[in-house]
């Protein structure tokens, strides 16, 4: 991992310890979506607002967890719970105001977003509220990208869902050879919110998903 990387404050590297918390039987309540895995609005592009709508509402809760289909029982995966606590108007868009938790308590130790910022220049997060706002910024346009900001890359890709985006952080090109876990996303669909990430911004650097969608 390089300087410029750590210098990012969505790229602090949490300890293992921190953020891999207790592990307990947990079920997925609370998405949003028919759970048809499919939606794409329209049938076309989106723009961002409306690929991040269904996240700017509050009191929406998006639930995620990292078993995997054909391993571990369920009373060794982790939950994580998304919760939109207050969304703002801001200059050319909105702001939504999230807190997340693991197996029920509050998840500190993490630099997933607290805050999302969709206006008409562009996409923020910010993980860390007590400090300033993040210059990294992901394009409006919703469409595949991968930005070079040096050493390491903004980027957006297709989910696996039709629809959905993922937003992300990774080493760039030239970058060198990364010894561990070097990127970082959250992935979002315009009917049924977050759903879900990997990376170095998870619990474990885990990959979690949204259980209620077919994938």
Known sequence: MTAAMRKSGLYVLCLAAA?????????????????TGTGAVGGGAVTAAELWAPVMKPGAIFTFNDRMPDGPTPEEFNTVEATVD????IEGGKVAMLSWTIDGEPLEASNLPRAIFVTASGVRFQSDLTGEPTEDQWPATTATADLDKGDYSLYIHDGQLAGERCYGLGPAKDAGECEDVCFAEVCVHPKHGLTGGSGTWWPDFGEFQRRDLTK
């Open 86 to 89: 207050e969304v703002k108007e």
């Open 19 to 35: 953020c891999g918390g207790s592990r307990k039987t947990t079920t997925t309540p609370g998405n949003t979506g028919d759970g």
